[in-house]
Structure formats: structure tokens, C-alpha cells
């Protein structure tokens, strides 16, 4: 039987019970603003073997995301790359 899905925040989730239980765990790491750059990030690594690590999103409107991946490492390489994006340029407007 198919789960309805309901319109919210979380509707973007493949899983969006999975969303909102990693939305609510505290991440190990953080980067970007929602107000600021639109998007925050948040890393949670899992360091057990056949433990997935995630990446959520939130973006300015409200609505949360998340990416797996199959190890802690895959998941920090992907989670650099975005810090990197969402780091407000220095001396920008000076």
C-alpha cells in the first residue's frame, strides 16, 4: 500500500519520516544560513560500518532535504564542497 504524502516541510524527502528525524538530530558540523545565503547544511556522520552518513538541507522557504551516503568520508568530501559554495566572499561590497 502507498504512504500518502502530505505538502510541508519535509515534502522534497524521498523518505520524509527519515527528513524529519534527521532534521532533528544534532548535526556534527554546519555551514551556510538560511537568511544570509538561503541554504543551511548540516553533516551527520555515522562512523559504524553499513551506517549511512547525510547530508540536510534547509532553504529559505522552509523546506528540508537530505542526500545519504554510503560512508562517513563520502559524506565529509560532499559536505566541504558545499561549506566552500556557501562561505560569504570577503571584502565583498567594501
Do not use: H
Not at 552518513?53 to 542526500?67: K, L, R
Not at 563520502?74 to 561549506?83: D, Q, S, V
Amino acid at each position: 500500500m502507498a504512504r500518502k504524502r502530505y505538502l510541508g516541510k519535509f515534502e522534497g524527502c524521498a523518505d520524509d519520516r527519515l527528513g524529519e528525524a534527521l532534521y532533528n538530530t544534532y548535526p556534527d558540523e554546519t555551514c551556510g544560513d538560511v537568511c544570509e545565503v538561503g541554504l543551511w547544511a548540516g553533516l551527520i556522520r555515522r562512523s559504524r560500518p553499513g551506517k549511512p552518513s547525510y547530508i540536510v538541507t534547509e532553504d529559505s522557504q522552509g523546506f528540508v532535504d537530505y542526500a545519504t551516503f554510503a560512508t562517513a568520508d563520502a559524506a565529509e568530501k560532499a559536505f566541504a564542497g558545499l561549506a566552500a559554495e556557501l562561505e560569504p566572499e570577503d571584502g565583498e561590497g567594501e
